[in-house]
Nanobody
Framework: QVQLVESGGGLVQAGGSLRLSCSAS????????MGWFRQYPGKEREFVAA????????YYGDSMKGRFTISRDNAKNTVYLQMNNLQAEDTAIYYC???????????????????WGQGTQVTVSS
């Protein structure tokens, strides 16, 4: 059983930065694509970013392009989300996720992910 644990959330002023981490236990992340999603209260989870197992492909949601960067360190079994120039609309709970399918392409669809972390709150004050 895979367990994902997010960390690094918190309160930041508009224009500031945060780096989220997602650490895994129970299996190695290296053969699997990883994704980050976020959720506003009462809304569906929204795609933020995804990275392929071999770091060849990285995808971002439209409003994140140029501000967010997804990366991975397979030696540490950890995926990161660097968020710069944060705005009030980035306030949400952020979740990382992984799939059961090894060596596949990263997906922007939350239904393609099988394991999820518990989420970390990001709050941006304006």
């Amino acid at each position: 059983q895979v367990q994902l644990v997010e960390s690094g959330g918190g309160l930041v002023q508009a224009g500031g930065s945060l780096r989220l981490s997602c650490s895994a236990s129970g299996r190695a992340l290296s053969p699997y694509s990883m994704g980050w999603f976020r959720q506003y209260p009462g809304k569906e989870r929204e795609f933020v970013a995804a990275i392929s197992w071999n770091d060849v492909a990285r995808y971002y949601g439209d409003s994140m392009k140029g501000r967010f960067t997804i990366s991975r360190d397979n030696a540490k079994n950890t995926v990161y989300l660097q968020m710069n120039n944060l705005q009030a609309e980035d306030t949400a709970i952020y979740y990382c996720a992984t799939t059961l399918k090894a060596y596949g392409n990263p997906s922007v669809a939350k239904g393609d992910y099988d394991y999820w972390g518990q989420g970390t709150q990001v709050t941006v004050s304006s």
